[in-house]
């Protein structure tokens, strides 16, 4: 069955730094990918889509890019601040495309 | 435009009772899915509904039912509470039928559930 892997052990990382959060897929190969933000008790938010035939997807300090000989997307914020801590999930659509299904996050923590 | 909007924000009940969660759309969304997330799973699907009907359907047992309103507003009903299901249960809506285009998911703030 799919999988999504996400490191779940907390990034941390200095204001100003390049934080860089993995997401890897196995035994499917989904057409797109979304990411989302979520902050404590409340809902996801969502951030960027990058389909399959993208490499890179950019909007402002963020970066997502998806590569699918890898089965990986990477997130990156430059330029990180501390406002920017919280967890990331990314969220591939399952096999039959019926719903969008989230990894477990990676809480990532900037420090001032 | 309103957001997504849930309610109750917090409950507690106890094993053998019943829930019902209510989740009000963005207006103009005509699909809404339901999620269940704890710190062990993560964000589990439950169902989606668009136009009244239930589209999809996640690996949750019969005990979690929901359904949806002409005006899109969407409840969703666990029966037979048991203390497994405290969670934080999630409504998202969006513009399309689950993810026929690529779906953006705007969610709500959520229902705390808590099971004693």
């Known amino acids: 069955s799919q999988k999504i892997e996400q490191n779940s052990e907390a990034l941390n990382i200095q204001e100003g730094k390049t934080a860089t959060l993995t997401c890897n897929y196995t035994?499917?190969?989904?057409?797109?990918l979304q990411w989302y933000r979520q902050d404590p008790g409340r809902g996801p938010v969502f951030l960027l889509l990058?389909?399959?035939?993208?490499k890179e997807k950019r909007k402002e300090r963020l970066k997502v890019t998806f590569d699918t000989t890898l089965k990986q997307s990477l997130f990156h914020i430059t330029a990180s601040q501390p406002a920017d801590s919280a967890t990331y999930l990314c969220?591939?659509?399952?096999?039959?495309?019926?719903?969008?299904?989230f990894g477990s996050g990676t809480r990532l923590q900037v420090q001032p | 435009k309103a957001g997504v909007t849930q309610t109750p924000r917090y409950l507690i009940k106890t094993r053998g009772q019943q829930v019902t969660l209510s989740c009000s759309p963005i207006?103009?969304?005509?699909?809404v899915s339901w999620y269940q997330q704890t710190p062990g799973q993560g964000l589990q699907f439950l169902f989606e509904?668009?136009?009244?009907?239930?589209?999809n359907k996640g690996n949750f047992p019969g005990r979690f039912s929901g359904r949806q309103f002409s005006n899109s507003r969407s409840e969703m009903n666990v029966s037979t509470l048991e203390l497994g299901d405290s969670a934080l249960y999630l409504c998202?809506?969006?513009?399309?039928?689950?993810?026929?285009?690529?779906?953006?998911?705007?969610f709500g703030e959520g229902s705390r559930l808590t099971v004693l």
């Open positions: 969220a591939p659509p399952d096999t039959g495309r019926r719903a969008l299904t």
């Open positions: 998202a809506s969006s513009h399309q039928l689950g993810t026929s285009n690529t779906g953006e998911l705007f």
């Open positions: 035994n499917y190969s989904p057409a797109y």
């Open positions: 990058i389909r399959e035939n993208e």
């Open positions: 207006s103009g969304h005509r699909s």
């Open positions: 509904y668009f136009s009244e009907t239930q589209r």
